[in-house]
């Protein structure tokens, strides 16, 4: 990998991290500004957004992890790629097979899409960490 690739899968999650964060952030101050603004009627529980917004600030201090450094933090990038894919399936199935989903969240799942695929590419290129071996006295070799 290069020093350019590496840099590249930081910045990617630098940006997902302050993206969620700051989705989160603004969904639990302004969260009926934000439905108010998008003519969408609010859930009958103001939880119901909280909680997932809290969600993404959690996934946002994890991707700022990542991005800190990607090559230790890799392991915890099936976990970004299954936010974004649960999301986008969430959003895909509303929209497709249902059809009721409220355009406000379309945008989103368009941007989730897009930073699931990177994060795909960066998991690829940072590959698996390499482990050491070590012999023991009679030749078995382990993990060291």
Not at 48 to 66: E, S
Not at 71 to 77: A, P, W
Not at 103 to 123: E, H, Q, R, T
Request: hydrophobic share 55%.
């Amino acid at each position: 990998m290069t020093e350019k690739e590496l840099k590249t899968i930081a910045a990617l999650f630098y940006f997902s991290s302050a993206y969620d964060f700051v989705l989160g952030v603004i969904f639990i101050v302004a969260g009926p500004w934000f439905f108010r603004v998008f003519a969408v009627d609010p859930p009958n529980h103001w939880g119901y957004v909280q909680f997932p917004a809290f969600l993404l600030i959690t996934f946002g201090i994890m991707f700022f992890q990542i991005a800190e450094n990607p090559k230790t933090n890799r392991n915890l990038i099936p976990y970004g790629i299954l936010l974004k894919a649960s999301y986008c399936t969430v959003v895909a199935l509303n929209t497709f097979l249902a059809g009721n989903l409220p355009d406000m969240w379309k945008p989103f799942a368009v941007a989730d899409f897009l930073m699931m695929l990177g994060f795909i590419w960066s998991y690829k290129k940072l590959g698996a960490p390499k482990v050491a071996v070590a012999a023991d006295d009679r030749g078995n070799i382990a993990p060291h």
